[in-house]
């Protein structure tokens, strides 16, 4: 029995590939091959465009993929999202010149030119627009003005569609990379037990990401004032040093407070403070 396992050939392809050797599925082959082999047997791996997985994935073409929540939206796929990664967030966005008004384009006929067929049709018929709406193939950015007044596109920092002269006048949707399942896969036994495992180690993964390990020592009159200090998971591990009245305390602690924290900690007491990495957290 396989695992066909779908992933987005591309830039989303390196955060993928990271993730599962952090689970320790280790993809080989070279970059023009689109039918990595898999460290664990279990798995069969092949490479498609992002917009190709969610539909494929519905029908059983593949048991499991991943692919931005926009495709998923796009497409209506059918499947069973197991866990929103995080990775390329992005959102589609409505864009017109940057000297045009929005409210004057609800006045006529407009062309609006967009990848995002499904999403542009719902979102410009809840707002009103009286539209012609064209498919787009990449660098929908350049249509405007000769050859669209609208167009509906991804973006992340908004930077190639200020360089286009255009504007950002509403948000369509919002997105980033999803981990999903075919429904039927789920039903099977054998095979949910295999996705179960995976998507367990990939929480622990997506968790350690957010935290660090601190570790440090201080003496007995300071441990309630230092814990009192620590957003620990649950409680913090004291320990008594050996031969030593001292005390050493471990807690894991999101990754973004570290800054502000050490300083609060050496102030109360806190000495040969260590700052660990976590691989996961189960």
């Known amino acids: 029995m396989k695992i ?9 392809q390196i955060e993928v590939n990271k993730l599962l050797g ?3 599925l280790h993809l080989m082959g070279d970059e023009r091959n689109y039918r990595p082999h898999c460290s664990d047997p279990n798995f069969e791996v092949k490479l498609l465009k992002s917009q190709n997985i969610p539909s494929l994935v519905e029908i059983g073409q593949h048991d499991i993929g991943f692919a931005g929540l926009d495709w998923i939206a796009e497409q209506n796929a059918d499947v069973t999202v197991l866990q929103d990664l995080g990775f390329n967030p992005v959102k ?6 940057e000297d045009w008004d929005y409210d004057d384009l609800k006045n006529r006929n407009i062309i609006v030119a967009s990848e995002y067929k499904q999403l542009s049709n719902q979102y410009l018929k809840k707002n009103g627009f009286d539209f012609q709406l064209l498919r787009s193939y990449g660098a929908t950015e350049v249509f405007p003005p000769e050859d669209a007044d609208m167009i509906i596109d991804n973006t992340s920092t908004g930077t190639t569609i200020r360089a286009n002269r255009l504007k950002i006048v509403d948000t369509v949707y919002t997105s980033s990379t999803q981990f999903f399942a075919n429904k039927k896969a789920l039903e099977d036994p054998a095979k949910k037990q295999i996705i179960s495992d995976m998507l367990l180690l990939m929480n ?5 990401r957010k935290r660090v390990l601190l570790e440090m020592n201080c003496q007995q009159q300071d441990i309630e004032r230092i814990v009192e200090l620590l957003p620990a998971m649950r409680s913090p591990t004291v320990s008594q040093l050996y031969k030593s009245d001292a005390f050493s305390i471990k807690a894991a602690i999101p990754e973004r407070d570290v800054q502000s924290l050490i300083p609060a900690l050496i102030e109360n007491g806190a000495t040969d403070i260590l700052e660990i990495p976590i691989n996961k957290v189960l």
Not at 6 to 11: F, L, V, Y
């Open 92 to 97: 589609i966005v409505a864009c017109i010149p």
């Open 4 to 12: 066909k396992m779908a992933i987005p050939k591309g830039k989303l």
């Open 204 to 208: 622990g993964v997506l968790n350690g």
């Open 22 to 24: 952090e689970i320790g």
